[in-house]
């Protein structure tokens, strides 16, 4: 009895951890990870294209943001921070960046953010009325930041699965080292970046509503949601 008793123990445990093992599979296959062939050389060439397609979508979205950033600064006069923008940028460019590269290019954004959020808010109280706004600048910055947040965007939906991974588990799953951490890293920053670039952006539709700049399409439908 004992032992019959044990077996159906066992038999169940084992229906759950397959059970678990096709769920993850199921969240990961968006990624190209898991659930494809499993043959010789099949899965690892999958595992690299998705996880390549997700690189890709979170280098070209914060290029996009820096491309904002800078011309927002520019139009602000503020071309120290501009110059920033564009040397942050040049880390995105040459092949998949490192997480260091990836976080110096978020703390750089962060700063920016912050810098463009103070000009706005000292333009409007009149601390730098001598200062004339470009307003084609600014509306190009409006635009490239729209683009990119709206690309951010795109990335949640599947975000939750890679950051649920380990390390370990995203080697196994055949990718190169570098790859791998720059996933996790994502995954893990992707989310907060996001909410702080709708901020940001959020001001600079305000700044521009109330200055008379054009303010385009694409900024404020990243800030509805509307990809």
């Known amino acids: 009895m004992k032992k019959r008793i044990l077996l159906m123990s ?3 445990s084992a229906g759950l951890l397959l059970s678990g093992v096709a ?5 990961l296959k968006q990624f190209g990870i898991g659930g494809g062939d499993s043959s010789a050389g099949a899965a690892p060439a999958a595992s690299s294209g998705g996880m390549s397609q997700l690189l890709q979508t ?4 914060n290029q996009q943001v820096l491309s904002g950033q800078s011309s927002l600064a520019s139009a602000m006069g503020m071309s120290s921070a501009a110059g920033q923008a564009q040397q942050a940028a040049g880390l995105l460019s040459g092949g998949t960046p490192s997480v260091s590269q990836l976080t110096q290019v978020g703390s750089t954004q962060q700063s920016l953010s912050q810098k463009l959020t103070d000009a706005f808010a000292s ?5 730098a009325s001598a ?3 470009n307003k084609e600048a600014f509306t190009e910055g409006l635009s490239s930041l729209g683009k990119g947040v709206s690309q951010y965007s795109s990335l949640q939906s599947g975000l939750g699965s890679i950051g649920q991974m380990s390390p370990s588990s995203l080697l196994q799953s055949g990718l190169n080292p570098q790859t791998a951490q720059s996933a996790s890293y994502i995954a893990q920053s992707a989310p907060g970046q996001l909410q702080s670039l709708m901020s940001t952006l959020s001001s600079a539709v305000q700044f521009a509503s109330s200055h008379g700049i054009t303010v385009p399409s694409i900024a404020s439908s990243a800030l509805k949601g509307v990809q």
Do not use: R
């Open 58 to 61: 979170y280098v070209g979205a």
């Open 10 to 12: 066992m038999l169940a």
């Open 123 to 127: 333009h409007a109280s009149g601390g």
């Open 23 to 27: 769920s993850a599979q199921l969240n």
């Open 131 to 133: 200062t004339p706004v």
